[in-house]
């Protein structure tokens, strides 16, 4: 069963991406645990995402494309990155979820993946 994990992290985490005295073991957590992923072959993908600053959201209203820099949520947590898993069962993904870097400081959270609809 496929499950996707999304690793919420706060903006002090975020920050530790480019902090060059944390970021070394900001990174080294994080390549650790994608290594172990891998490893164990539960990996189907999964990306790391440039801060929410370098995003843009997309509404449409009325057939009128309204495009706006960045996110607008007002949150305490941004989406870091994202995992998809293969694993037995929502158990093992909650195993795999427990050791992200981001666990502690931010959350994670687990979502079936929908089924690809039959051809």
Not at 68 to 91: I, Q, R
Request: charge should be negative.
């Amino acid at each position: 069963m496929h499950y996707m994990l999304l690793f919420n992290e706060t903006a002090e985490e975020m920050r530790k991406r480019t902090d060059p005295a944390l970021a070394d073991t900001y990174w080294g957590g994080w390549n650790a645990y994608m290594g172990a992923i891998g490893q164990a072959g539960a990996m189907v993908s999964g990306n790391g995402l440039q801060p929410p600053e370098a995003g843009t959201t997309l509404r449409v209203e009325n057939g009128m494309r309204h495009v706006a820099d960045g996110p607008f949520a007002d949150t305490k947590e941004m989406l870091g990155g994202y995992v998809v898993l293969d694993v037995p069962d929502l158990d093992a993904a909650l195993e795999w979820a427990a050791r992200a870097p981001c666990v502690s400081a931010g959350s994670v959270e687990i979502r079936p993946v929908l089924p690809s609809p039959a051809n």
